[in-house]
């Protein structure tokens, strides 16, 4: 059953002003404070409302238009799998609106308000990296539209999701660095909270165990999602008393600004420290020494997930019960991480 949709009135009664000040405040009116008007816009969101007209027609009919949300578009696996979504929505007859996050939470919040508002068939979907909850993307299933979440899941959210064997890819990562001779390997790791990260941290965790090497809390280092925070991370782990001699980032900007950093110390790849990365972003195999990464299929990714979404779109009551779908990934070795073992 579907979950009775908040009205302009109910806004004003949990803010205290009258049904004109929320009506103007959604659409951004001079009139209206900015203050009150992120006070409503926030609510709304929260509340999940949509515009009376348009919950109606949730009711009854959507339109032929998939909402896509990512957490940023400058950077190839993003973009990569939005070009699959499209190809497979475009070939069914249907549009793609895209949106992102900026990882940031509440704008991916409004951004599921706003295809709430524009009637979206169904909704595709990887959240920002300060993402905790589901229960926006709740609201969108609430109302009778089917979510499909890719990379980043959300574990308390029952729908179809789209992912790589991160655990496994991260361990063969790190056991090719082991086998490259090096010994102390550190990790630039993402938010702790986010399903990739932890899978690549139990990855490179269990890698180095299997090789009986110590896993030390200094060698992980937390960092943003960003070539900014490989850069900061990376001149932590280089000032310490007994720094790496490889590291595995939990992504490819993060390796980047790894890379940045490590040429900035005046430090040569691999001799004196290997790297290696996670995404087989194309900027990978232009820096100087090229990336080691793995491929995480991002174009393939995104058609699984549009092909479940209009599965879903279409069987709508009588759809499948939500799976995890694992898409094969590819280690891709570089030379960044190609330092001929030492022998005795």
Known sequence: MLKRVPTLKDLAAECGVSVSTVSRALQGHASISEATI???????????????GVARGLRHKNTRTIGVLVPEIRHDFFSSAIDGIEEVAFGKGY?????????????????TLSFS??????????????????EHFQRLIDAGIP???????????????VIIDDYSAAFRAVTHLVKSGYTRIAHLAGPDHLNI?????RGYTEALLAAHLPVESAMIQPCELSEEGGQAGM???????????????????????AHMQI?????????????MGFSNNPITQLIDPPLT???????????????????????????????THIVPSTFIERASSQRTPLTV
Not at 38 to 52: F, K, S
Not at 117 to 134: E, F, L, M, P
Not at 265 to 270: F, K, T, V, Y
């Open 38 to 52: 992120h006070r409503i816009q926030t609510l709304a969101a929260q509340r999940g409302y949509v515009p009376n």
């Open 95 to 111: 549009t793609v609106h895209i949106a992102k996050s900026d990882e940031e939470y509440q704008r991916e919040v409004m951004n």
């Open 117 to 134: 508002s524009n009637r979206v068939a169904g909704v595709i979907a990887s959240v920002s990296q300060n993402t905790k909850d589901g």
């Open 147 to 161: 979510v499909v979440l890719f990379d980043r899941i959300l574990d308390d959210l029952n729908v179809h999701k």
């Open 197 to 201: 990260a932890r899978e690549r941290l």
């Open 235 to 257: 001149q932590e782990l280089l000032g310490l008393p007994k720094p790496p001699d490889a590291v595995f980032a939990v992504n490819d900007p993060v390796a980047v600004g």
């Open 263 to 275: 040429r900035h110390s005046g430090l040569s790849m691999p001799d004196d420290i290997g790297l």
């Open 293 to 323: 990464t793995t491929d995480q299929h991002g174009y393939e990714l995104g058609r699984k997930a549009a092909k479940i979404l209009l599965g879903l779109i279409k069987q709508g009551a009588n759809a499948d019960k939500p799976e």
